[in-house]
T-cell receptor
Framework: QKEVEQNSGPLSVPEGAIASLNCTYSDRGSQSFFWYRQYSGKSPELIMFIYSNGDKEDGRFTAQLNKASQYVSLLIRDSQPSDSATYLCAVPYNFNKFYFGSGTKLNVKP | KAGVTQTPRYLIKTRGQQVTLSCSPISGHRSVSWYQQTPGQGLQFLFEYFSETQRNKGNFPGRFSGRQFSNSRSEMNVSTLELGDSALYLC????????????FGQGTRLTVV
């Protein structure tokens, strides 16, 4: 059974702070990892993905991957109230069969 | 470039009825996946179609079925609806590669009464 685990939160951070979202996965053979953001009542939208160990930066977002620890994280720098949403970690298997974590709800307070 | 289009956006059905949902993927994408999202279970994979063939299947009963047409548009069908089928049904479009990004449509909110 492929498992993707996330802390459900809510995670509350003040505006301008760094938000750190974490995800662990069960299958050591996993090759790629995706982060999605979902606003209430909306569909998930892709933020970024990472394949290699280390950090990958895209604007205010940084994804970090540690395959040895089976751990992937998403850092949001200079958090804004508009970043308040649920963040979903996703791991694909067997082509495009994605397993999603339950999501972490982020609340950025002005 | 147009995104993923799902129709209808909202549906209300009665227990025992059947329903068909439609998804048009991003132009050029040949993989279409379907997901069910509920507050209790989160996002769960239903099935994936690629070039008109079911390539992956989740752990849902046979009442849930799907198909894909030659233009990559996909439909999913749920027969003999149950109250527990009330959910947001999401379609995701992916290119031909392996483990590539999935782009979601706006979803169809199904309510079974």
């Amino acid at each position: 059974q492929k498992e993707v685990e996330q802390n459900s939160g809510p995670l509350s951070v003040p505006e301008g702070a760094i938000a750190s979202l974490n995800c662990t996965y069960s299958d050591r053979g996993s090759q790629s990892f995706f982060w999605y953001r979902q606003y209430s009542g909306k569909s998930p939208e892709l933020i970024m993905f990472i394949y290699s160990n280390g950090d990958k930066e895209d604007g205010r977002f940084t994804a970090q991957l540690n395959k040895a620890s089976q751990y992937v994280s998403l850092l949001i720098r200079d958090s804004q109230p508009s970043d308040s949403a649920t963040y979903l970690c996703a791991v694909p298997y067997n082509f495009n069969k994605f397993y999603f974590g339950s999501g972490t709800k982020l609340n950025v307070k002005p | 470039k147009a995104g993923v289009t799902q129709t209808p956006r909202y549906l209300i059905k009665t227990r025992g009825q059947q329903v068909t949902l439609s998804c048009s993927p991003i132009s050029g994408h040949r993989s279409v996946s379907w997901y069910q999202q509920t507050p209790g279970q989160g996002l769960q994979f239903l099935f994936e179609y690629f070039s008109e063939t079911q390539r992956n299947k989740g752990n849902f009963p046979g009442r849930f079925s799907g198909r894909q047409f030659s233009n990559s548009r996909s439909e999913m069908n749920v027969s003999t609806l149950e109250l527990g089928d009330s959910a947001l049904y999401l379609c995701a479009s992916s290119s031909t590669g392996v483990n590539t990004e999935a782009f979601f449509g706006q979803g169809t909110r199904l309510t079974v009464v």
